[in-house]
């Protein structure tokens, strides 16, 4: 009873409001800061500082709104896999965490109908993805291949809707969708480390389909490797700019990454490669930016992150 006490005399308001946060989980917001910037860019038009300000903020709140209700679905899976996160979430309350979500899902689409029409429907589009990935009746991520297709919408919707906002037309460059996918393989990656937990908790993901983490690591490296090919096929018949060869690069830094997880025996090994998974894909998403357009600004605009990765990661602002 005592330490029940004491846990109502530390929840401040404060307290609660930095919990929601970093349940929002910070870093993971690049990616559609990088996609969204990217989009904008693609565009014939060029977008006013305000558009790309409420765009890149309404991504970036759409991005946490999703980690919060995915930390107030995912409890079962949790108490194995982040037993920390469950804390966070005890500590703000699930009701609460669960409505501070939801309504700035409301508020997103609030916001983007009144920027632009188009933008607010894409938005809407999104919002629902994002909602029905964790919460049922639908629960995508429950389901392995719907999973993936719900989770590339993280990279896809703010890049069609930064194309959008900036050009007359509807028709998208062949290179987005074959970015999107590039993020639907992504996804492969993210469920490994918690294999063993989700498992436990009866959670199909593109991981625990198979009988072992190694053989889930195998279909992962696979899977991964899949657009580069699609790249160069896509660059050779003259669907995309030559320049996005440029992206083949990453191919030896994918290479080492797919070794180090295959060689990860502990969940410690495979989050630290989980972790490398991730500066990869956050790479690979500032230099797709970046071959949209090269300026000091878009460089600073792409080095920035980096450098807020850096703080993020000593202070600890991550629920994972």
């Known amino acids: 009873m005592a330490g029940k006490q004491n846990n109502k005399v530390s929840r401040t308001p404060l307290g609660v409001v930095k919990k929601i946060v970093v349940l929002g989980r910070p870093r993971t917001w690049f990616f559609s800061y990088f996609a969204c910037l990217a989009g904008l860019a693609m ?13 890149l903020a309404l991504f970036s709140v759409t991005t946490a709104a999703t980690n919060q209700l995915n930390a107030y679905t995912d409890r079962d899976e949790d108490e194995a896999n982040l037993p920390g996160r469950v804390s966070m979430v005890d500590y703000v309350g699930p009701t ?12 997103v689409v609030f916001v983007a109908f009144w920027v632009d029409i188009v933008f607010g429907v894409v938005m809407t589009v999104a919002a629902l993805d994002c909602i029905f990935y964790s919460m049922p009746p639908l629960r995508l991520k ?3 291949l719907a999973s993936l297709v719900a989770f590339s919408g993280a990279f896809g919707f703010p890049l069609v809707a930064g194309y959008l906002l900036t050009s007359p037309t509807v028709s998208l460059p062949p290179i987005v969708a074959i970015m999107t996918f590039w993020f639907f393989t992504y996804g492969a ?10 498992k436990e908790a009866g959670l199909r993901t593109p991981a625990t389909i198979f009988d072992t983490r190694r053989d889930a690591v195998v279909f992962a490296a696979a899977l991964l490797l899949t657009p580069f090919p699609l790249i160069v096929g896509a660059a050779l ?3 995309i700019a030559t320049k996005y060869l440029l992206l083949l690069v990453f191919l030896l830094f994918l290479v080492y990454l797919l ?4 060689d990860s025996d502990t969940a410690k090994e495979l989050e630290i490669a989980h972790t490398d998974g991730f500066f990869y894909a956050v790479s690979v998403s500032a230099v797709f930016f970046l071959l949209q357009t090269q300026s000091v600004r878009a460089l600073a605009l792409a080095a920035a992150p980096f450098a807020l990765l850096g703080v993020i990661e000593k202070a600890e602002f991550d629920s994972r």
């Open 43 to 55: 565009g014939s038009q060029t977008p006013s500082l305000f558009v790309t300000v409420v765009a």
């Open 96 to 107: 609460r965490l669960r409505n501070v979500a939801l309504g700035s899902f409301m508020a």
């Open 142 to 144: 429950a389901r392995p």
């Open 189 to 198: 990656v993210k469920n490994l480390p918690d294999y063993h937990g989700d």
């Open 237 to 239: 018949s003259g669907l």
């Open 259 to 262: 070794k180090k997880t295959f």
